[in-house]
């Protein structure tokens, strides 16, 4: 059964940074793309940032150039380094990942249990 467990959220005040982890275990395969989403109360979630097996990454316009995606795929493992970080960054960030497991032989998308970030002062 795969798995993907969220480390590093909180609070910061503005201006601070956070980074945040993502590790996937379990009968993986392989793991076509990671990524970043967040939500807000009332509003739908919405992309963060992702990164693709060929480390090809992908950003909203809101955090372009203030965030920052990796991955290390030997650990299985995406990381989400956020600087200079916004009250309007306050969110529930969740991670997910585009993969293959061994009990299925299946190519689908799954998701952690989620982060709280609030940035504030």
């Known amino acids: 059964q795969v798995q993907l467990v969220e480390s590093g959220g909180g609070l910061v005040q503005p201006g601070g940074s956070l980074r945040l982890s993502c590790a996937a275990s379990?009968?993986?395969?392989?793991?076509?793309?990671m990524g970043w989403y967040r939500q807000t109360p009332g509003k739908e979630r919405e992309l963060v940032a992702r990164?693709?097996?060929?480390?090809?990454?992908e950003y909203a316009d809101s955090v372009k150039g203030r965030f920052t995606i990796s991955r290390d795929t030997a650990k299985n493992t995406a990381y989400l380094q956020m600087n200079s970080l916004k009250p309007e960054d306050t969110a529930v960030y969740s991670c997910s990942a585009l993969l293959s497991d061994r009990s299925t032989y299946v190519r689908r998308n799954y998701w952690g249990q989620g982060t709280q970030v609030t940035v504030s002062s």
């Open positions: 990164i693709f097996s060929g480390s090809t990454t």
């Open positions: 379990g009968s993986i395969i392989n793991i076509d793309a």
